[in-house]
């Protein structure tokens, strides 16, 4: 078991309990792009799913992890339906609130700590984007499955980040602050983020990427999501 250095959180499952799926071939991990709007969830309904941040605005997913406290503040807000979903979170930054976190608190599955996607990874990334630690559990779990890409855009397009960037009430106040590129270079840290795919992919990490309009096609090309 995980014991934060916060009194104030109970002890939470880390994620090295997580069982392993060893005969796991497929994992689908789901960015915020816009892209992901172009993507129906029930195309997804028979396959293992990781889903990153506010993913769960978009569909069900087997797995949701995420790192920021106000994921946790949303999802405890809006009671969302946990069903058969795995949830994760970092224990370092997903309770770092001052908001009641009671209903998240008692949903959750697994902590990791930030460290840990480096370790698992065997990879200097630079920065803690989600879409790694993603990566990082999905390998873990795992570890010869092959990784596939959907809304990992990478994009920095004028009020078109994410694709929730039109659901009402979500891309708006320090959210939509946090983006603007007087306030954030949004662009650097998504032009880090592909040298982090290329290191990646340079040190035997397999990806297929299921978004067209990603900058993702320049490092593994686009494959059009499978039915099958």
């Known amino acids: ?34 892209s992901l709007n172009e993507i129906k969830s029930d195309s997804l309904i028979d396959k293992l799913t990781i889903g990153t941040n506010r993913s769960w605005l978009w569909g069900k997913t087997n797995i949701l992890l995420w790192r920021d406290a106000r994921i946790s503040e949303e999802l405890n807000f809006f009671k969302v339906e946990k069903e058969n979903s795995k949830w994760i979170t970092s224990s370092e930054k997903g309770f770092n609130s001052k908001h009641n976190l009671d209903y998240v608190k008692k949903n959750i599955d697994f902590v990791f700590e930030d460290s840990w996607k480096t370790q698992i990874l065997q990879t200097n990334i630079k920065w803690n984007g989600i879409i790694f630690h993603a990566i990082a ?9 092959q ?22 009430g979500f891309n708006q106040g320090f ?29 035997g990490v397999s990806f297929i990427n299921h978004s067209k309009n990603s900058r993702l096609t320049e490092l593994f090309g686009y494959e059009e999501l499978s039915n099958d």
């Open 147 to 168: 990784i596939h890409l959907i809304g990992v855009d990478l994009e920095n397009k004028p009020n078109q980040h994410h694709f929730f960037a039109n659901y009402p």
């Open 175 to 203: 959210y939509k602050k946090s983006w603007d590129e007087d306030y954030f270079h949004f662009q650097k840290r998504l032009d880090m983020m592909l040298k982090n795919f290329d290191k990646l992919q340079k040190s």
């Open 1 to 34: 078991m995980f014991f934060n250095k916060n009194k104030t959180i109970p002890k939470f499952n880390s994620i090295d309990n997580y069982s392993s799926l060893e005969n796991q071939k497929d994992i689908f991990i789901l960015g915020n792009g816009p």
């Open 137 to 145: 559990v999905a390998k873990f779990i795992a570890p010869q499955s």
